[in-house]
């Protein structure tokens, strides 16, 4: 059984910083895809960041490119989203994913992927 599980979220003023984390169980994950999606209140679930485990290639949506970086930690089986220069714009529950289609890179459709967290709240204010 693979579970994934979210922390790190939190309220923080503009321009501030935060950093997720998403803790895999049950799995070691290796040639797969991990992403982050977010949602907000009133919006689609929409993709924000993924990364290849095993050749580390990353991928961003662009409404956060050069403001959030997605890492891995093979050694604790986890992703990381630090996230900097946070606007308002960015208030979401922010969800971990798995995809194990290994196709050899990632995408940040929210169909491809099989396995989802319970959750973190980021909420920023201006």
């Known amino acids: 059984q693979v579970q994934l599980v979210e922390s790190g979220g939190g309220s923080v003023q503009a321009g501030g910083s935060l950093r997720l984390s998403c803790a895999a169980f049950?799995?070691?994950?290796?040639?797969?895809?991990m992403g982050w999606f977010r949602q907000a209140p009133g919006k689609e679930r929409e993709g924000v960041a993924a990364?290849?485990?095993?050749?580390?290639?990353?991928y961003y949506a662009d409404s956060v490119k050069g403001r959030f970086t997605i890492s891995q930690d093979n050694a604790k089986n986890t992703v990381y989203l630090q996230m900097n220069s946070l606007k308002p714009e960015d208030t979401a529950m922010y969800y971990c994913a798995a995809d194990f289609h290994l196709r050899g890179y990632c995408v940040t459709v929210q169909a491809e992927f099989g396995y989802w967290g319970q959750g973190t709240q980021v909420t920023v204010s201006s």
């Open positions: 049950g799995y070691t994950y290796s040639g797969n895809c």
């Open positions: 990364i290849y485990i095993g050749g580390g290639s990353t």
